[in-house]
């Protein structure tokens, strides 16, 4: 899934600007600095590829063309330093403000806390930069993994045998996993493995592990996968063993691919809980748009997920993400982080 940039000086191959059409007079009724110039926002992303991210940006994108912002997008492709190096090139740039989005704390913490010195406001998805300056955009991880671990339940009773793909260290796998281990005591389950890996090959490295573990451990009933790239993985291994009918995936996540995944004919991934990538995107152009407009949003803003099954999608003829929204409602927006002289994204 993800290519690995070795040096900061190959991190600007990663960057994309894009200039809206809005380069004049601003928004009409709009607090300073939206009313009288065009505003600067810089998008740096700790990953570099895969459904979500692409859904992400579009939703970036499409904010920030409502709002007549210059946006520059970069990735740093799964890489701490080059992270780091595009944060500082967005300072050096001067840009009004900074959405981070997913990363390591410890490689950005003191960086992020250098742009608030310099008046550029700073917000975070998915990474907890601990700074009470900067807005954390989150998408209740706790509520996603509880949904999909609920419905775990109903299907399997207390008691079944699992494992979990993870790997420690990223603050949205790390709150989901912990979830897990709360239903393992308050449900009795059995944790026969933990296994994951994050590469620029997530899905078949997964699916490689998935493999030496179901061979191990033949009495696992259910994976936990919270985050769609193991999903694919443990699918993957699933299929090649033969497994559909006895080991089922209960994940995290979802775009256009992992529905067509979910829906094929005897798919082990049973049941997913999300938020919509597109939306996370335009909350998190809203949230540092009204702290550049000295409307701060919250220390945390929060995106309610959605339990989405795989009877719910093949019952209801749902194959992408467009039909997704259209049938499921609460999956369309969220009127988080909004203010009245913010436009709407236009989808």
């Given at each position: 899934m993800f290519k690995i940039l070795k040096t900061a000086a190959t991190a600007v191959i990663s960057v994309a600007v894009f200039a809206t059409s809005a380069l004049s007079a601003g928004i009409d009724g709009a607090p300073a600095p939206f009313d009288k110039k065009t505003v600067n926002i810089a998008v740096v992303s700790f990953l570099g590829s895969g459904d979500w991210l692409q859904a992400f940006e579009a939703g970036v994108k499409q904010q920030a063309d409502a709002l007549g912002i210059n946006l520059t997008v970069s990735q740093a492709r799964n890489d701490n330093d080059v992270q780091r190096s595009l944060v500082e090139q967005a300072i050096?740039?001067?840009?009004?403000?900074?959405i981070i989005n997913n990363g390591r704390p410890e490689t950005l913490k003191d960086v992020a806390q250098e742009a608030l010195d310099k008046g550029i406001k700073v917000v975070a998805y998915d990474v907890n930069l601990d700074n009470p300056q900067i807005p954390q955009i989150e998408q209740s991880d706790k509520d996603m993994a509880k949904l999909v671990l609920d419905q775990a339940i109903k299907d399997k009773g207390d008691g079944f045998t699992g494992g979990?793909?993870?790997?420690?260290?990223?603050?949205?796998?790390?709150?989901?996993?912990?979830?897990?281990?709360?239903?393992?005591?308050?449900?009795?389950?059995?944790?026969?493995?933990?296994?994951?890996?994050?590469?620029?090959?997530?899905?078949?490295?997964?699916?490689?592990?998935?493999?030496?573990?179901?061979?191990?451990n033949p009495?696992?009933?259910?994976?936990?996968?919270?985050?769609?790239?193991?999903?694919?993985?443990?699918?993957?291994?699933?299929?090649?063993?033969?497994l559909s009918s006895k080991v089922k995936i209960y994940g995290v996540d979802i775009s256009t691919a992992d529905i067509q995944l979910i829906t094929e004919p005897d798919s082990a991934w049973t049941a997913t809980a999300a938020t919509n990538a597109a939306v996370v995107g335009?909350?998190?152009?809203?949230?540092?748009?009204?702290?550049?407009?000295?409307?701060?949003?919250?220390?945390?803003?929060?995106?309610?997920?959605?339990?989405?099954?795989?009877?719910?999608?093949?019952?209801?003829?749902?194959?992408?993400?467009?039909?997704?929204q259209q049938k499921f409602p609460a999956f369309l927006k969220s009127d988080a982080a909004t203010a009245a002289w913010i436009p709407a994204a236009k989808n």
């Open positions: 050096n740039l001067g840009v009004d403000g900074i979990a793909v993870y790997v420690a260290g990223f603050a949205p796998l790390d709150r989901r996993y912990a979830v897990w281990k709360d239903f393992i005591v308050n449900h009795n389950l059995k944790e026969k493995a933990v296994w994951g890996v994050v590469n620029d090959t997530v899905p078949a490295s997964v699916a490689d592990q998935t493999k030496a573990v179901l061979r191990a009495d696992i009933s259910v994976i936990f996968t919270p985050w769609d790239e193991f999903a694919k993985g443990a699918k993957l291994a699933i299929d090649e063993l033969g335009e909350v998190s152009v809203r949230a540092v748009s009204l702290a550049i407009a000295g409307q701060f949003p919250g220390r945390s803003v929060l995106l309610q997920p959605t339990l989405i099954t795989r009877d719910d999608l093949i019952g209801n003829k749902i194959g992408t993400i467009e039909e997704l």
